[in-house]
């Protein structure tokens, strides 16, 4: 069983700029979701995805945006990068319902 | 809104000493709960969890948690700590039902010294 990966492991960026991050989900799990965990801090839920649609969303404006793709894949998409947004984003997924998250590495973003 | 908090932010320890990390929550019924370990640069790995049922919960790598409605708290205790049990902590929720968000805290840092 392969568990949550995550591409890419680190990124630079500047400012302006846009990203995507990818996820691959634990196989069998039909939903995703996505967190920022700044530095010394806890996650931060971003979004979730089921079934390729969104269906929750954290306090993150909308230049934060993502898919899942029909064979549960994801990403995350940042736009017009801001020095904030630098941080570790972490992937989980899981089936739906009363289920535990499985986590990914994580990517870890710099923005200069 | 649900909350966590976790009023330790750093804990040393010595290592074979027994081990308790609190956890708070605020929510307006009974939660899921859970503990994860991240380690330096790392993802997070889930301990243990709370759904239902029997309060005193194990998980991996020796560890135990005790859902107190009453308190509004889930600590995480193990008995006797390793030099490998350093790392961060994080308590977390999510809602009993609907989507899937995971509220966590802040985290606790332990710290192991020989």
């Known amino acids: 069983e392969t568990g949550v990966t995550q591409s890419p492991t680190h990124l630079i960026k500047t400012r302006g700029q846009q990203v995507t991050l990818r996820c691959s989900s634990q196989?069998?799990?039909?939903?995703v979701s996505w967190y920022q965990q700044a530095l010394g801090q806890g996650p931060q839920f971003i979004f979730q995805?089921?079934?390729?649609?969104?269906?929750g969303r954290g306090n993150f404006p909308p230049r934060f945006s993502g898919l899942q793709f029909p064979n549960y894949s994801s990403e995350l998409n940042v736009n017009a990068l801001e020095l904030d947004d630098s941080a570790l984003y972490l992937c989980?997924?899981?089936?739906?319902?009363?289920?535990?998250?499985?986590f990914g590495p994580g990517t870890r973003l710099t923005v200069l | 809104a649900q909350s966590v908090t976790q009023p330790d932010i750093h804990i040393t320890v010595s290592e074979g000493a027994s081990l308790e990390l609190r956890c708070n929550y605020s929510?307006?019924?009974?939660?899921?709960l859970f503990w994860y370990v991240q380690s330096p640069g790392q993802g997070l790995q889930l301990l243990l969890k709370?759904?239902?049922?029997?309060?005193l919960v194990q998980g991996i790598k020796g560890f135990e948690a005790e859902f107190k409605r009453s308190q509004s708290s889930f600590n995480l205790r193990k008995p006797s700590v390793h030099w490998s049990d350093a790392a961060e902590y994080f308590c977390?929720?999510?809602?009993?039902?609907?989507?899937?968000?995971?509220?966590f805290g802040t985290g606790t840092k332990l710290q192991v010294i020989p």
């Open positions: 196989s069998g799990h039909n939903t």
């Open positions: 989980a997924s899981s089936l739906r319902g009363p289920n535990e998250q499985f």
């Open positions: 995805y089921y079934r390729e649609e969104e269906n």
């Open positions: 709370y759904f239902s049922g029997d309060t």
């Open positions: 929510y307006g019924a009974t939660p899921y």
């Open positions: 977390a929720l999510r809602f009993s039902g609907g989507y899937q968000k995971v509220t």
